[in-house]
Structures are given as structure tokens and as C-alpha cells.
């Protein structure tokens, strides 16, 4: 088959997105917006981390397994890992050591307006503003959502650079200040004091990663040596030695950690997911067998999360070598098959790898991570994707509008909500830390939901409403091609 031709436009071609991708960010997205938004330790286990389970909801780290709560971070490290060769993939086509500066450029640009994202959403996010917040900190929550849009938006390409650049330069403005008076009442001007772990992380991971992607681009063989020394490194930790005089240095720990580099291993896996879908021709299959193909993969994640959570390694093995081996026999062996089958094999391989290390340090585990936990969740996340490759909606990119965007993510009907979220990840951050919180505060709407005394299933769908509130404003700013980036 041969690529589609790329349409007409004077400007440069652009790669088209890849909506199953966005998809399956805009899920990583949701899911943890929904496992911030449920009651606290009333739900069954499988509802939370497998490590803070009910009644007492503290850590315990002796217990073994996962949940879906599990899935949402490696399910975001896989993506992130995914989408670097799909959007540096044209610049690395005829890159050399002597023009390789403006791509290492805008890793480490990348890196630190991702790492001051990180500090300036922790410190002022609306569970930070006061305690108990009351109605100046709902508001204030809800105008710094949107300073937070103005210093990291991206606007639409009609309007002019010196507009778009001056909304940031305000938006860094009041960011600045809003960080110095919050600190300042908190005693003292710290900026380093607070950071969110989960954006700093990817921000360290998305830099080591995009690099280690420009340097074995041309070489699978070179990025699994790579995993392989990751995970090495990561194994020997606790051990005296030159691996763990490594893993624990670092120039500035407050901004860079070696230890945040073991989830460097979902990205590089990505990585390998992401060059497959920038040569694959297809990924669909289409009629009876793709939508069998796509039921085999997708049913793996729950397959993993119950058995491991229930501690029964042989069944959850053994459904899963079935799953994986019906999907690979009901893809063609023609041509029109091949690019899924060599993705189902890779993506089949790294799920068993996975599985094998499983007993390793007790059990799989989120916290603190194991080495299976590190391997098999980015696998069952290339899984996933494969099977949301199979709905006709979110194959490839769609028919381009005349403006020579991707379509609008309003027309994908309901796989709609997971895609505006998946191109507006920052945005749907921002918006669960601080929109949606002010909002139903602010409008009273939350105060008047408690007062139903309702069920901890039912407060669960209430917080599937807020979960929502996240999507639409991410699918609103998408369809009028406004986003966040780092």
C-alpha cells in the first residue's frame, strides 16, 4: 500500500496526527483525573494504587499486584515516548552532528518550561491556596488556570507572532507573581520548595529520552541496549558499586534525579511504538477480524490487573499468551498485515518479558517500582493502543480540514472526548488541579452535591461528572486550536 500524498499547502508538510495515540493519552489524562476525584478508602481495592489500599489507605509496600489506578502514569510515559519520533522524526530525516544543535535546543527548551510547569502547578494549585480555601482562592484558582494558558498556550497560526508571544509573556508574568506573593505568605520565597513529582519526572525523562531517540534512531538493536543498561543501573541500586554510585549523583537534585530515570524504560519503549507507527502503512484491519483483533488486546490490561492483583501469575500468563496468540493468528499473513503483526510480536514479547520478571523483588509493584512493573505496563499500554488502532474512527490521521489541520476531534463522535484530551494533556492537568476544582466550588455546586448524602459509588459518579468537566475543556481549547505545551 502505498502513503497517502500529503495535501496541498504552501507552507511545510507537517506529520498528521495520530489519533489512537492522542487517544490513549487523553485516557492516561482521565484516569487520573478519576482516581484524584473518587471517595477516599470507602471503594473496593481495585479502585486505588494497589499499595494505598482501604480501610486504612497508607502505604504499604509488602503488597503486591496492580490496578488500573497502576496503568495511568506508564500509560502516559508509553505515549510521551511514542510521540517523540512521530514529532521530531522530520528534523532527525536529515540530521548531522553539525546541525544537531537545534534539535538538542528544543529538547532542553522542552525540559525547562516542563520543569517550571512542574513547580508552578504544585505550588499553586487550588489545594495549596488555603486551608480551608473559601471563596478568594476558588476565584484565584480559576484565574491562575488561565495565566497558566497564557504563559504555556500555543495559539492558532492566523493569529500574529508578536500577539501570541506578548499572551505569553503576560501569562509568565502573572505566573511569576502569583508564586512570589504565595510564597511569601507561606513565610519566605522558595521557588524550589514544592514541585509536583509527576510533571517533573516527565520532564527529566522527556529530555534524556529525546536524546537517547536522536542517538539510536537508525537502531532498535542500540535503544534495547540502552533499556537493557537502564534497567541494569536500576536493578544494582541498592548495591555498593559504581551502578549505584551513579544512579544516586546528581548536579542538582532539586531539578535532576537519576532516580527519576527508571521510568525512563515506559519511554523508550514508546520510542520503539513510535517508530513502528511512523513507517507502518496500517494498523487497521477493519471487519470481523479487526474488531476481534482489537477485543484480544484490549482485554490484556484488565487481564493483568486482576490476576496480579489477586496474586494468580499462571492464570494471568496464560490468558494472556492466549490473547496475544489469537490477535497474532487472526492478522493476514499478506501484506496487509505485516505492519500489525511485526507491532502485535514486539509489543507480545515486551508483555511477556514483563510477566517473567514478575516474581522479581516479591511482586509487581507501583511503589517502589519493580522491574516488571517498568517493563510490562508500557507493553500493556503498546497493547492497548494497537487494539484503538482497530476502530476506523482513530486509525492514522484523519482527512485533513482545508486549513491543513487534523480534523477536528468534535467529529470523531465518542472516542471525541479521549482525543481532545489527548492533544491538550497540559491543559487537562491545569484543569484538574485548579478549573474544576474552583469551579464547583466557587458555583456552589459542590456544597449542594454533599448535602445529598449520596453513596461512595454514587460520590464515584460525581466524580465521573468532574472527570468530564476536565475532557470538555480540553476538547473546547482543542477545537479552537488553542493548547498548552511544554
Known sequence: MEPSAAPVDARPA???RNHALDALRG????????SGMVPWGTLPTWMYHAQVGPPKMVFDNTVRGITWVDLVFPFFLFAMGAAIPLSLGKMADTLTWPTAGPVVLRLFVRFFALAAFAFASQQLRFSELGAPPGPPEQAMAIGLFFAMLLAWGRWPERWPVWFSVALNGLGAALIGAAMVWVNQKRGGFDPTGKVDIILLVLANVALSGGILWLLTRHSARARLGAIAVVGAMFLVQDTPGV???LW???PLPWLISWEFHKYLIPVLIGTLAGDALARADRWRLGGWRGAWVGGLLFGLSPVACVTLLARDQTLGLLLTVAGLVGAWLL???AETGRDLRRAVEAAGFLVLLGYLFESHAGGIRKDDATISYLILTPALGWCLLLGMAQSARLAGALRPTPEGEPESPYRLGAWGLLVGTGVNPLLGYAAITNLVPGLVRITGFEPWVASWGMSPWGMTGYGLFKTLLVAMACVL????????RA
Open 331 to 333: 492478522i493476514p499473513r
Open 477 to 484: 481549547a482543542t477545537r479552537f486550536r488553542i493548547s498548552m
Open 27 to 34: 485516557l492516561a489524562i482521565l484516569g487520573m483525573a478519576l
Open 14 to 16: 507537517r506529520r498528521p
Open 243 to 245: 551502578g549505584q554510585s
Open 248 to 250: 544516586q549523583g546528581s
